[in-house]
């Protein structure tokens, strides 16, 4: 078996290394070609353009400024006349030697290649659902990744920041969320090669393998979103594709560009803390009640200074740069792309950063007359810091009370001194920074070879080897420290390093011919994927300092290490497509993929994707061609069916790990509950569109229309506690199931819409407008039907809750808990509304200890019981947005260009974890400055009252939602509730860029060709009513979606840049 | 010519690289073993169920539940600064309460892993391996599990029984099943065991007699349970052939010495007749972490991580002791000024310097001469059942529904235990006698609780009487002096019920599973 795959990857090889041989073959043919000499010039304004490539077999000419060209050719050859913005056109050489040609200036997308799956088509022969956006548009963010260019721009596409860390991941769903296992992300190819999406990270300092891609060689990206379009790429394609093509050469003259920018990051939103007087005025009152835990040095608070604002300790004004060199061109032979990036992001909190160093190299040579070879490749080196993360320091630093210094005047770093009452002693997050380690580092090569034979002008053949080659190492260093109580007697020092290996073999068949009426397309090819990893750990503690960090430098006896050979997932596959096409008016697409994949049993192992589109180009119907406002109408439907098969392997079968064991050294004790019946999730999609430009190609947009419908959803189960299993962290549990439990369905529509909304020779102003909606229902839980709901529970208010749930009939991961209805302020709430009762059902008394008193929260008694319990929960609404907005406006004056961005979300709800802890007086670390206002509990009649007498108090402020003062908690008023979930609707200015494109003249004098400078703000401003950080909280895991544990924010970025091109 | 050549041979290379392997899809795991592959031999079965009697599946109960529930809802100890351990205390539990939550989940940890070894045995065991060999994992994988039940009939009375894990993918949602349905499982697993089980096996390995001493203390509890005021006969009778038959005929006897058997040198001897097995080095969620919970002082905790909820005792449990009863009240707590040459050795030995708890407080790695010893892996095996418990039991039995007993058996089995204690034996047993006799002996081993359910099944008055007068205040200590605080330990306690003998259903599956508040159903 070994032996025979290294056969397998030799051969493999061969045809890789019989395409460089034939790549030093040089052939020039020679013939009775003449001088030709001419010049192109704009149809409309008949001006020269410069810059136009010519070209015919074998050679190619460029324009020069006067728009003038000469190339040798002969009679009967055809010109072939391209430039960025113009239609290329075709010119037969005559007799003549002198040639005037006009072009026509690009109207509207039509033209526009798009990728398809192992394809390309004009975007005006497209059957399926699928959006486009160029690397123009993408850079317009100055995005980190590319992903986070794509927020807003897509119609049907939401896109959420997961983590303001540099580098840190995305989360994107493609109509709507098909799935729970966690994973909604699309699949990624870039180049053909396909980027495993990230998974997620847990703490949330994971990396994530998409920064790697530099953004800003990105030529397009085609976003795949209905079946019709995704089924080719088969079963890891049911969330949609979302296809990168890199920017290759073309027949030019060598090309140089830079493009750099320098930035400033700071932290949009502080969330208000108390000060130091503040903090003592609270705890001073609350002291008083609970008769300890009072602190002498807070007697005066006025006399005390505002104290250490964490929040300022932590975040800084961080400083980011990019710069990216490229040189591309090429002959009609051979064209290049070679493109160099630094690109350096501190983060806005200490102790995390970012740096990229990247070289991608994209070749293609038409080797003969029937073979054309090339690849795509990128080197990366990233060098990651994800302290900030790892040690959480940002929910760290809102828990750091104000009395506590940053630094200690002898330059030791402060901590909590005096844990008298219940004080916690939390460490100094400032110090954790400083001198904690947790890098990543990351070397990763991707990229493809590929040929392509020409048998017949219909019949060709691709083959393609494409790999991703990750090699990452990852250490952590812990020293011995002690920020006043909180101590850690014991250095620790982790090593560890993985590499993973993901290569594809793909071989496939074109047929493409046209007769008289109509066109025939067709595809068969075949697939094999396969992912390995492998990876070693090393740890050891006890370090004579904490200046030797290397792991061999610890304690010998502490050693530990780990190691896996990993074998991932192995796919399979078949596919065939067939797109036909009648007068250029009726297009019909058929696809069918059968995949085999190594996750499921033997039993459940094949599966069948297929998915069929119709599209009609009403505007070339006669009826229509005589409207000449309507420039291009297209009607298509689709309908098809994917397969998703995105487990890990092995979960039908009990997997038994080796653990030291106190009996006999070792034993084997099992990790899973197997499933022996896990199968493929099915997702059926019917999607209909209508695509237009109007007025001239003044107006275009594109609506879609789709519903998807999932059965056998795949999913760890979460079952009770006493199922023995988890899907969390519960030590000695074994991993739940994956299971196909149940259906949900998507319905949404999308709409982008552009308009040009004024263009003459100097001024051009252009709108963008997307909006998305999606509804999402869970239609069926299996067999646990009505009584299942998938709940998943915090302990962030101190005790287990269950805080979401997900049930028949209502979306994914909706909040759930008690409603807020007022605090009880005075006596006679105790008589009329319902009191919290314990498990048998018995209200608890009203008396302030083990009680309820006056300042405790009341709850709505939904069921009409007249207690509070379990029953009164309900639904809080839903974390996901119910429309997602994307808005740009484009203005273009002579030189200047000007461009606003704002994205928005509307309709969701946030749970805000920070108000849990920071809101709650009760709490021993930092609070908001809302806790000010705690229940006023007063005494009707200080003087002759009776102190025990219950009904001789009130609450001064009754309209306040803090919880008095009181070191009793049996109200239990930090239950899950609606005063958690928080209206998570926002408007986003994404984006504000002012630019200045030298003109030509001045460029001339100093020898350049073209140079922009721009200053833009990223995350310029959000109107939002949520109190948080930031409203946009991505999130990997459905069922936990819209959970803010106190995430990294989004800084905001000030920048400032240049894009330069030093020749044509 | 040559063009077609090239190109026959690129169509060629393309179906070679194309065609995959019969096994492509086929990947086992390189990391661990697939059940289907294992099995295969007795070493193997030796394997899966040595993982049942330490480790991550008996981790939560083990450190969070078994000493809070079975001592500090008994009134043993206290825990300040820790709201769970307080709501035990004081009573005021919450179905939201963790450590509730630990112990349930714990316990069901425990059975999952069983169903899945009896699965494994059941489906993948090799023809070759010997039926008793297969008989004989099958019953030590039915012992613990007969345990786990045991302890969650007693601790929660009715509750779902899972025989099969698996089969709650298609039926996650299950109904509690009525409390003497439980303890039917539990004999039926337990009378299994005691019948395929050897007479002996290496040390640590539970035994024909671990289990027929194990069904004895199960017999001895259901003979109470629905009874009014007196206990059922033929289950007493029961109890009294399975551990006498221990007593008796086990050949195995009490060690010496009272104060070593909780040092971690003398972990297995013979009178453990099932103790859990603890690694030293294992990762935290894997190890017994008991002293470092619990321990009086950090620096009684390998690298001094540890001592984070330090147990005190009561003065109810203090009082229990006679002033003679030295060896078993050192041994279980330390009072201010104790000394303890074993622990801290490198530094001359501690002295206590308050009351704290001792049993499970083993030291450091040095004290106990184990490099590999971490604060989270003490390599303490702590006892689940011991012969002494038996003794008692089988005492108990055969006092049975009498108010008094001079029965020689019974007095001489009891008195062994008290010998060995140092303590004077006792002329005459009554049901007081041997319940206090249990809760010195057993004291911080988790068992007080379970003693008072048991009398709370035929006689919950005198159950309620106990924990309704008891004095609950930990106390200071000087020169021989106990002295109580001025306002009482953990505030207000409220007083018991006859809802106070079952703990709540957590809440998380109460919210999970809606079937949890129904009426028990029956099993059989």
């Not at chain 1, 560890?496 to 793909?506: K, L």
């Not at chain 1, 994956?738 to 252009?766: A, C, E, P, Q, R």
């Not at chain 1, 406006?889 to 030189?895: A, L, P, R, Y």
């Amino acid at each position: 078996m070994k032996k025979k795959k290294r056969i397998n990857v030799a051969s493999r090889l061969l045809p890789v290394l019989f395409v460089f041989l034939l790549l030093s073959l040089q052939i020039f043919a020679q013939s009775d070609a003449r001088k030709i000499t001419g010049r192109i010039t704009d149809t409309k304004t008949g001006l020269a353009i410069p810059g136009a490539t010519i070209t015919v077999k074998g050679h190619n000419a460029i324009t020069d400024s006067a728009g003038k060209f000469t190339i040798m050719a002969q009679t009967g050859e055809t010109l072939v006349i391209t430039h960025v913005g113009y239609n290329t056109s075709d010119i037969k050489v005559g007799n003549g030697n002198t040639l005037n040609i006009e072009l026509d200036i690009r109207s509207g997308t039509l033209d526009d290649i798009v990728v398809i799956g192992y394809g390309k088509v004009k975007r005006k022969d497209l059957t399926g659902d699928i959006s486009s956006i160029s690397g123009n548009e993408l850079l317009k963010t100055q995005p980190t990744t590319f992903e986070q260019g794509l927020q807003g721009k897509v119609a049907g596409v939401i896109v959420q920041q997961i983590s303001g860390q540099p580098g840190g991941a995305v989360s994107i769903q493609i109509h709507g969320i098909s799935s729970i296992t966690g994973s909604n992300s699309p699949l990624y190819v870039i180049d053909g090669v396909i980027i495993p999406p990230p998974s997620d990270p847990g703490d949330g300092s994971g990396s994530n393998p998409l920064n790697s891609i530099n953004p800003s060689e990105i030529e397009t990206i085609d976003i795949l979103k209905d079946a019709s379009a995704t089924a080719i790429y088969g079963s890891q394609a049911t969330n949609g594709v979302v296809v990168i093509t890199t920017r290759r050469g073309s027949i030019s003259a060598p090309q140089i560009s830079y493009d750099g920018y320098l930035a400033n990051q700071q932290l949009a939103k502080k969330l208000p803390t108390v000060n130091l007087q503040q903090f003592a005025t609270v705890l001073n009152a609350r002291g008083a009640v609970w008769g300890f835990d009072i602190r002498p040095q807070f007697a005066n608070p006025q006399y005390l200074g505002t104290g250490t604002d964490w929040q300022k300790a932590l975040f800084r004004n961080a400083p980011t740069e990019n710069n990216t060199v490229a040189v591309s061109g090429g002959d009609a032979r051979t064209q290049y792309m070679f493109s160099t990036t630094y690109f350096d992001q501190e983060g806005i909190a200490l102790g995390s950063d970012f740096k990229r160093y990247s070289v991608r190299l994209n070749l293609d040579n038409k080797t003969t007359n029937w073979l054309k070879i090339g690849t795509s490749l990128q080197l990366v080196h990233i060098d990651e810091s994800v302290n900030a993360t790892a040690s959480n320091v940002i929910q760290t630093a809102l828990s750091m009370t104000p009395d506590i210094s940053v630094k200690n005047p002898d330059g030791s770093y402060g901590g909590v001194t005096n844990t008298a009452g219940w004080v916690n002693a939390i460490a100094n997050p400032v110090g954790l920074t400083a001198i904690n380690t947790d890098e990543k580092h990351r070397n990763q090569v991707f990229g493809n070879v590929y040929a392509e034979v020409q048998f017949t002008k219909d019949l060709s053949l691709r083959n393609e080897l494409s790999g991703n080659f990750d090699f990452n190492t990852n250490n952590t260093f812990t020293p011995a420290y002690a920020f006043g109580k909180d101590v850690n007697s014991i250095s620790t020092a982790s090593y560890s390093y993985g590499q993973n290996f993901y290569t594809v073999v793909r071989n496939y068949l074109t047929y493409n011919h046209h007769f008289t009426n109509y066109t025939l397309n067709a595809l068969l090819g075949q697939e094999a994927q396969l992912s390995t990893f492998q990876n070693v750990a090393a740890g050891r503690s006890n370090f004579p300092s904490n200046d030797v960090q290397s792991i061999s430098s610890g304690d010998a006896t502490t050693a530990t290490n780990s190691g896996t050979f990993g074998t991932g997932t192995a796919i399979e596959s078949y596919f065939a497509r067939i797109n036909f096409t009648w007068n250029d008016k009726y297009l019909l697409t058929g696809n069918i993929r059968r995949d085999g994949s190594s996750v499921f049993p033997a039993n459940n192992r094949w599966a069948t994707d297929y998915s069929g589109a119709f599209s009609w180009r009403l505007s070339d119907e006669e009826f229509l061609k005589s409207v000449k406002e309507i420039n291009e109408l297209k009607l298509r439907v689709s309908y098809g069916l994917t397969n998703n098969q995105n487990i890990p392997g092995n979960t039908y079968t009990a997997q038994l790990t080796t653990a030291a064991n106190g009996l006999s050294g070792n034993a084997q004790y099992q990790t899973n509950l197997p499933n022996p019946n896990v199968t493929w999730e099915q997702t059926n999609t019917g999607n209909v569109g209508l695509d237009g430009t109007f007025f001239n190609w003044k107006l275009n947009f594109s609506f879609n229309l789709y519903n998807r419908l999932t059965n056998g959803l795949l999913l760890q189960l979460p079952l009770p506690l006493y199922s023995g299993t988890t899907t969390g962290y519960s030590p000695g549990a074994l991993n739940a199931p994956y299971v196909n439990i149940g259906s949900m369905s998507n319905k949404g529509f999308d709409l982008h819409i552009g308009i040009t909304g004024f263009s003459n020779k100097t001024f051009i102003w252009k709108t963008d407008f997307t909006i998305s909606h999606n509804a999402n229902k869970v239609l069926s839980l299996g067999s646990g039907g009505n009584n299942a709901n998938l709940s998943e529970t915090s302990g962030i208010s101190g005790q287990t809750d269950v805080w979401e749930k997900t049930v028949v009939g209502q979306p994914i991961g909706e909040f759930y808990g008690y409603i807020y209805d007022g605090i009880f302020a005075k006596a006679s709430d105790f008589r009329t509304h319902a009191l919290s009762a314990n498990s048998a059902g018995i209200p608890y008394p009203v008396q302030q200890s083990g009680g309820i008193w006056y300042g405790d929260r009341k709850y709505k008694d939904i069921n009409g019981d007249g207690i509070i319990d379990s029953r009164d929960e309900t639904f809080l609404g839903s974390p996901i947005p119910k429309v997602q907005l994307g808005f740009g406006n484009s203005i273009t004056f002579k030189g200047l260009d000007f461009y606003i961005f704002f994205s928005s979300n509307i309709g969701n709800k946030i749970l805000n974890t920070l108000s849990v802890t920071q809101n709650n007086p009760q709490n021993n670390t930092n609070y908001f400055t809302s806790v000010l206002n705690y229940a006023n509990v007063a005494e009707i009649n200080p003087e002759n009252g009776n102190a025990s007498d219950v009904n001789n108090y009130y609450v001064t402020n009754p309209k306040t939602d803090i919880v008095g003062l009181r070191n009793d908690n049996t109200n239990y008023n930090t239950r899950p509730s609606n005063l958690y979930i928080e209206n998570g609707t926002y408007l986003k200015c994404k984006n504000i860029t002012l630019g200045y494109t030298f003109p030509e003249d001045v460029m001339k004098k100093a020898h350049l060709h073209t140079l922009r400078v721009y200053m833009s703000v990223v995350n310029a401003f959000t109107i939002t009513k949520y109190t948080g950080m930031d409203p946009e909280i991505g999130s990997w895991n459905p069922l936990q979606a819209g959970w803010d544990y106190g995430y990294y924010p989004q800084p905001r970025m000030m920048t400032a840049g240049l894009n330069l091109k030093l020749s044509k | 010519m040559k063009l077609i050549n090239k190109i026959a041979g690129l169509i060629l290379l393309a179906f070679a690289i194309g065609g995959c392997g019969k096994n492509y899809l086929s990947r086992p795991s390189n990391s661990q073993i697939s059940s289907n592959n294992f099995y295969k031999s007795t070493s193997d079965l030796r394997l899966a169920t040595a993982s049942l009697y330490g480790g991550a599946n008996w981790w939560q109960w083990h450190t969070y539940a078994f000493i809070p529930i079975g001592d500090a809802l008994s009134g043993n100890t206290y825990v300040g600064y820790y709201g769970d351990f307080d709501e035990l205390f004081t009573r005021t539990i919450t179905s939201q309460n963790s450590i509730v939550s630990y112990g349930w989940t714990g316990l069901y940890n425990v059975i999952a892993q069983c169903n899945l070894t009896i699965n494994g045995i059941n489906q993948y065991a090799a023809d070759s391996i010997p039926a008793a060999s297969i008989n004989a994992a099958l019953a030590e994988t039915r012992f613990i599990r007969g345990v786990a039940y045991y302890y969650l009939a007693l601790d929660w009375g009715a509750v779902p029984i899972i025989a099969d894990n698996t089969k709650l993918i298609q039926q996650p949602l299950l109904n509690r099943n009525i409390v003497s349905d439980v303890y039917k499982f539990v004999t039926t697993d337990l009378t299994y065991a005691a019948q395929n089980l050897p007479v002996s096996d290496v040390a640590g390995r539970v035994n024909t007699w671990s289990a027929q001493g194990m069904l004895g203390k199960v017999y001895l509890t259901l003979a109470g349970l629905g009874q009014n005021g007196t206990r059922s006969q033929p289950l007493l009778d029961s109890a009294i052939k399975y551990a006498g038959n221990v007593c008796q005929n086990s050949g195995i006897s009490l060690y010496p010495s009272y104060y070593d058997l909780f040092r971690a040198q003398y972990n297995n001897v013979p009178e453990d007749l099932f103790a859990l097995q603890w690694a030293a080095g294992v990762t935290w969620g894997n190890g017994n972490q008991l002293q470092q919970y619990y321990a009086p002082s950090g620096n009684l905790v390998p690298a001094g991580q540890g001592g984070w909820n330090p147990l005190q005792p009561t003065y109810d449990l203090y009082q229990s002791y006679t002033w003679k009863d030295t060896v078993r009240r050192k041994a279980t707590m330390m009072l201010t000024g104790d000394y303890y040459p074993e622990l801290e050795a490198a530094s001359g030995g501690y002295t206590a310097g308050g009351t704290g708890l001792k049993k499970h407080v083993i030291g450091t790695a040095q004290d106990n001469n184990s490099p590999a010893m971490t604060a989270q892996s003490s390599i303490e095996d702590d006892a689940m059942l011991r012969l002494s418990d038996v003794y008692l039991v089988y005492a108990e039995a055969i006092l049975g529904n009498n108010a008094t007993t001079t029965d020689a058996v019974a007095l001489n089995y009891f008195n062994m235990v008290r010998q060995r204690a140092g303590v004077d034996p006792a002329p005459m047993l009554t049901i007081d006698t041997i319940m206090n006799e249990r809760r010195i002996e057993l004291a911080f081993e988790g068992q007080y609780w379970d003693d008072i359910v048991r009398l709370s099944y035929y006689d919950p008055a005198k159950a309620l009487y106990i924990l309704n007068n008891q004095n609950r205040d930990v106390f200071t200590y000087s020169n021989g002096v106990a002295t109580l605080p001025t306002s009482p330990t953990g505030g207000t306690i409220v007083p018991a019920t006859i809802y106070s003998f079952a703990l709540p259903i957590p809440a998380a599956d109460l919210a999970s599973d809606p079937n949890l508040a129904n009426p028990p159903v029956a099993y059989y």
